[in-house]
């Protein structure tokens, strides 16, 4: 039996017990390391945090939370708080307490199984709202993806390249001297891609091409987007060290056009494009931008300042999503950098957990669900769920995960990351919402550096 093929009524119930099918990850069996970040302590004047350092814990450890006001005087009263507490993005309802001056502890529910226990707190301190948050891992290493493989998983996308491969790139290449630098000569480059919906005309793909001025050869890197709809001045700033950079937006639409356009894009006309025809695999929004990140890596690998040794995809959010699927789809891709990625295992608040960015099927405050789910939807979803891009990686990979991100869940980064086979490494950042520090910034660079060394 096609394991996409459900019976009605739907497939939760199925779903609902997938994460009891798939075995747990080998970590023995491959190259991995994992970094945690130090926790340090804030200097806000509300304080939220756990009582072991590093905010990680296994299956059946007690994890106690902490909520501190940094206030003189205190008030005699205490500090009323709002505050939440459960699993990673279904954190229950609004309970509320008062925080004396030596601090109000809360003990985590005990979770049964591997995941993250959050802890958001509001309170109005001297008319200014106070927000915290902190999030318990409990045997991350354990998280096994809910989301299925589909059985034509690789026949599709297959047969999705060989479309690809039909349509004339037609690549275009205009110079931007003003983006240019002594350094580096800057150009904005467009190419063809695959039509949207099959059988149309082909679409185009737009993004900001940065190339050493001396005479190489150079590593190249594909720089992929988070999402929403923006401009793109490319990387001029990487490219000065050494590297051949591509920068692309994945909408169609020209990267250098007045920024009122994206923004009414962004709320109107393209506010929901994760959705557009989830339906339907062959004709989803997502079929395009992914066929069009490959393409980008074609022009790449053959430029002629290219070494013809390192190709790199490289992203965060929405571009991790994409860096992951192009290194599993182009076995030309030799290290991979995604950042919290996006859509990954998406399917995960049918198990009654976290599921990855752009919350497909997740409930409301109702407890009713944003998606009308249907059959449909969840094949789709299958078959452009980050997870089962990871599970064929043969690139080695640089990964990045925050505990308090609520954009794409770290439930939902270890789905995809545990079942990796390639060589991986992690950094886990226990404070970190969803935004990359310049400190991680710096360890994505000194990686980059390392593999092309290599």
């Not at 020209?254 to 994206?262: A, K, Q, T």
């Not at 009654?352 to 969840?378: E, H, I």
Request: with cysteine; hydrophobic share 40%.
């Amino acid at each position: 039996m096609n394991p996409l093929t459900f019976s009605k009524p739907l497939a939760a119930t199925l779903l609902a017990c997938a994460h009891l099918l798939v075995a747990a990850p080998a970590w023995c069996s491959v190259t991995a390391s994992t970094t945690i970040v130090p926790v340090v302590a804030a200097d806000a004047v509300l304080q939220v945090g756990l009582d072991r350092p590093t905010w990680t814990y296994q299956v059946g450890d007690a994890a106690t939370f902490s909520v501190k006001f940094n206030l003189k005087p205190y008030p005699a009263e205490g500090v009323a708080i709002t505050y939440r507490l459960g699993p990673d993005m279904i954190e229950g309802t609004e309970r509320t307490a008062l925080v004396p001056e030596q601090g109000l502890r809360l003990s985590a529910p005990a979770p049964t199984r591997p995941g993250f226990v959050r802890l958001l707190v509001k309170a109005t301190v001297q008319g200014k709202v106070q927000e915290g948050r902190a999030t318990a891992a409990f045997s991350p290493e354990k998280i096994v993806p809910v989301q299925q493989e589909p059985a034509d998983f690789d026949q599709f996308w297959q047969a999705q390249k060989r479309a690809l491969a039909a349509v004339e790139p037609q690549f275009m290449l205009t110079p931007a001297p003003a983006l240019s630098t002594a350094q580096v000569e800057v150009s904005y480059l467009s190419f063809q891609n695959v039509a949207q919906p099959p059988g149309g005309r082909p679409t185009r793909i737009y993004g900001v091409l940065s190339v050493p001025r001396g005479a190489g050869p150079y590593p190249a890197v594909l720089q992929v987007p988070g999402a929403g709809v923006r401009g793109y001045k490319g990387t001029p700033e990487m490219a000065a060290k050494g590297y051949i950079t591509l920068q692309i937006g994945i909408h169609g639409i020209p990267v250098n056009l007045p920024d009122e356009l994206y923004e009414q894009l962004n709320i109107g006309a393209l506010e929901s494009y994760n959705r557009y025809n989830l339906d339907n695999a062959h004709t989803y929004y997502y079929r395009r931008v992914y066929l069009g990140a490959l393409r980008a890596l074609d022009y790449l690998a053959r430029h002629p300042k290219w070494d013809g040794k390192n190709l790199v995809a490289q992203g965060g959010s929405q571009g991790g999503q994409l860096a992951i699927m192009a290194s599993a789809l182009d076995p030309r891709v030799t290290a991979t950098v995604a950042s919290y990625p996006a859509y990954s295992d998406v399917t995960g608040y049918l198990d009654g957990r976290a599921g990855g960015w752009p919350g497909l099927f997740r409930p409301d405050v109702l407890g009713q669900g944003q998606d009308l789910l249907s059959d449909a939807k969840l094949v789709t979803s299958a078959h452009y769920d980050t997870v089962n891009f990871a599970r064929r990686l043969r690139a080695p990979g640089l990964y990045y995960a925050g505990f308090n991100d609520m954009v794409t869940p770290p439930t939902s980064t270890l789905a995809a990351f545990n079942v990796i086979t390639a060589p991986r490494e992690i950094v886990l950042d226990p404070q970190q919402v969803h935004l990359t520090t310049p400190e991680h910034r710096a360890t994505i660079e000194r990686w980059l550096a390392a593999q092309v060394a290599k």
